[in-house]
């Protein structure tokens, strides 16, 4: 396989691995040839460099065996050209690729550790999560795969949401966790600076710091309270409780992805905000998803109980979560 933009750097890998096992060649046959010009008298050659009065350096001929050593790398070097991939877009007489080795390895591991996996196949989400050897397994994948964004604890930080207070941005049912780690998220408050001046964008963090029983200012929080209604309920809803299809959050918890502060919220109201989770369904086997949604799910929900509520109703698992909004 190539990787190369254009059929111009193929050429040019081409002629510089060539260019230099011939350049090496020319280099010893020049060299012999100067060497084999020496003066007939016997004596070898110095360089003209003395130390201490009788330290001279020599210039003898290369020995044999380092001139044979030397023509049979450049050899093993034309034969590897010849039988490897090293010559630009040139896949080599054996047609050998480093993706297909990586591949069957790949194919390999998942062989071996398939039995592993194999257990869970036929349980549901809370019974995963209740079962200790996977809440052992799926501790470990999250410390490995999303502990550098939701912290150690899964409680995560500004921007990163907590993942253990049972509060969603997107939903916590077994499904939608699911879905949120397989094929990422991206949330995205649109800017007003445009429509909205930073007074009112004040006056509309009043309302909003109001909703979750926040200190604020009365006379401001009644003025921001209109234009709430008129730019923000699309998305947060006329409550302001948010819209999990969209990922935009509940606005009367007191529960912030990026703090309570009159100017945080104003920031987000002004710039708009755009974050992203990222897809795991290229880094993540579906088996290692499942377990990871279960821990998840188990961080604010009791799997115990869940597991014993989901096996009477055996194939149904429970799509709502417990989480109190
Ligand atoms: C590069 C950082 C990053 C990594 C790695 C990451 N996440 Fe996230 N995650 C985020 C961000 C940012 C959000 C919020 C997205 C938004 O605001 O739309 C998020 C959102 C979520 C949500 C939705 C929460 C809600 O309230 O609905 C879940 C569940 C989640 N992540 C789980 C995971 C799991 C499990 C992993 C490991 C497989 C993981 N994340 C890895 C950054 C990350
Ligand atoms: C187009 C939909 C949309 C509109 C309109 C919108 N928002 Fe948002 N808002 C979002 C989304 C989505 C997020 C989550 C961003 C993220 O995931 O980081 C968000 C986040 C926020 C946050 C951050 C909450 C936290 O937990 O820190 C605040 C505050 C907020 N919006 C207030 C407002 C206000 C006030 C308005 C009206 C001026 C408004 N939004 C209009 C979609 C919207």
Known sequence: MSDFVNGFWGIFISVVA????????????????????????????DTGHVWDGDLTELNNPVPTWWTWMYLLACVFALGYLFF????????????????????RHQAKMAEAVRPIYARFETMTVPQVAGDPSAREMGQRLFLNTCAQCHGSDAKGGPSFPNLTDGDWLYGGSPEVIM???????HGVMPPWKAAIDAKTAGDIAQYVRSLSGLTSDDIRVFRGKREFANFCVACHGVDGKGNQLLGAPNLTDDVWLYGSS?????????????????????????????ILTAWVWGLSNKPEAAAQAAAT?????PAVSTAAK
């Open 179 to 185: 879905e949120t780690i397989t094929k990422g998220r």
């Open 262 to 290: 009159e100017a945080s919220i104003v920031k987000t109201i002004l710039d708009g905000r755009d974050n992203r989770m990222p897809a795991h369904e290229h880094i993540l086997s579906p088996e290692q998803i499942k």
């Open 18 to 45: 060539v260019g230099g096992v011939v350049w090496c060649l020319w280099l010893l046959y020049t060299q012999r040839r100067w060497l084999s010009t020496k003066p007939a008298s016997g004596q070898v050659e």
């Open 84 to 103: 490897m991939p090293g010559l630009g877009s040139y896949k080599g007489q054996l047609g050998y690729s480093s993706t297909e080795e990586v591949a």
């Open 313 to 317: 109703t055996a194939g149904n698992p």
